[in-house]
């Protein structure tokens, strides 16, 4: 078993800044993790400190099982795979893969034979004998994963691995990772600052923010269910559109007009301790064209005209930048448009409404 469990973890760096506030999460056996944050969320210490490159200040981490606030890196059995790939240049990929079976004293006989059977996975067998030099970006994370898996280590720690690549591969090298963590069923903590790849990636994504988890879900769920603000605009691409509306004789008033609200949101924002002042978001794919959408469709959401800056054509589907209320909104997935540039009706149908007051306070879904 190689679960994964921080019980109240916090890093206090020594000239004062805590980099990590009391983190609480478990991760399961086999399980894919992402942590997904901006800069300077706390991620890469989170990370450190299970790898055991960073001590953990208060908080205690245990891997199946087992406390190892104190063991040493090279103890804790797990592998990780760095963003700048650290191979090492004067050696072969297959030496480069070799290098930890011969760490651990492993025969020559069964180092070539775990080393094939890496390169074997990894697409890797005709470029055993080439040096790091002679490969493409791809091909190096690629023997830097071999080196990884080679072991067979109780978990993978991965800092942004993919990040030197260029668009295209990144794409690529998702599916390459995604298909070998299946296959290995290895515990796999996975730090990135990209939500499409955090989206795209694990089985549950862990969200940080100034050093501390703002939700822990699987990536549709907190797509669909955001619990606050921070979360809401973070995951989705391009991010979801925020508005301010106010709770008035039970109806939900924006400057765009007033919204129609379902029984559910209508029960919760009864509540005596609800708040007034709210947000309401609504995802850009949840904009239409209101001349071009039924009378239903139109009744169900807000119809407003607001200047179209620019339209982005993506083959199929098309981007608006739209100016509401004098924001920037965008509009997305819009299959037709009755205007190109110029004033435009939209009907938006307010997906969330995400209150204003605390970073904790609910989002209620409509
Ligand atoms: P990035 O995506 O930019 O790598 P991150 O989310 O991985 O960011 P961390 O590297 O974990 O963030 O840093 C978290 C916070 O801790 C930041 O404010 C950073 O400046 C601070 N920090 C990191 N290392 C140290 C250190 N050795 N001493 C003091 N502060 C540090």
Do not use: W
């Not at 478990?26 to 055991?52: H, Q, R, Y």
């Not at 981490?61 to 240049?89: C, H, T, W």
């Not at 055993?128 to 080679?150: C, F, T, Y």
């Amino acid at each position: 078993m190689a679960d994964i469990v921080l019980d109240k973890v916090s890093k206090k760096f020594p000239d004062g800044t805590i980099a990590v506030r009391d983190v609480d999460l478990e991760i399961a056996d086999g399980e894919f993790v992402i942590l997904v944050g901006p800069s300077g969320c706390g991620k890469s210490t989170t990370l450190n400190m299970i790898a055991g490159l960073e001590d953990i200040s208060s908080g205690e981490l245990r891997i199946g099982g087992e406390r190892v606030n104190d063991k040493a890196p090279r103890d804790r059995d797990i592998a990780m795979v760095f963003q700048s790939y650290a191979l090492y240049p004067n050696m072969t990929v297959r030496e480069n893969m070799a290098f930890p079976l011969r760490l651990a004293k492993l025969d020559q006989a069964t180092i070539e034979q775990k080393v094939e059977e890496a390169a074997k996975v990894l697409e890797l067998t005709p470029l055993l004998d080439r040096k790091p030099a002679n490969l493409s970006g791809g091909q190096r994370q690629r023997v830097a994963m071999g080196r990884a898996i080679v072991r067979k280590p109780k978990a993978f720690l991965m800092d942004e691995p993919l990040s030197n690549l260029d668009a295209k591969l990144r794409v690529q090298m998702r599916t390459v990772v995604s298909r070998l963590q299946k296959r290995l069923g290895t515990t796999t903590v996975y730090v990135t600052h990209d939500q499409t790849e955090a989206m795209t990636l694990g089985d549950r994504v862990v969200i940080m923010r100034g050093g501390a988890v703002q939700q822990v879900g699987p990536p549709q769920e907190l797509y669909d269910h955001p619990h606050n603000l921070f979360v809401a605009g973070f995951i989705g691409s391009p991010s979801m559109n925020f508005l301010p509306a106010t709770l008035e004789e039970g109806r939900l008033r924006t400057a765009l007009g007033d919204v129609p609200i379902g029984d559910r949101i209508r029960r919760e924002l009864s509540r005596a301790d609800a708040p007034r002042e709210l947000i309401l978001g609504i995802r850009p794919e949840h904009f239409e064209d209101a001349e071009l959408v039924d009378e239903e469709t139109r009744r169900r959401g807000i119809v407003f005209e607001a200047p179209v800056d620019i339209v982005e054509s993506m083959g199929s589907d098309k981007y608006v930048y739209l100016t509401v209320e004098g924001e920037r909104a965008t509009a997305a997935e819009l299959k037709e448009l009755a205007a190109d540039a110029g004033a435009a009706d939209f009907t938006g149908v307010g997906s969330h409404l995400v209150t204003r007051l605390s970073a904790e306070s609910t989002v209620t879904e409509g």
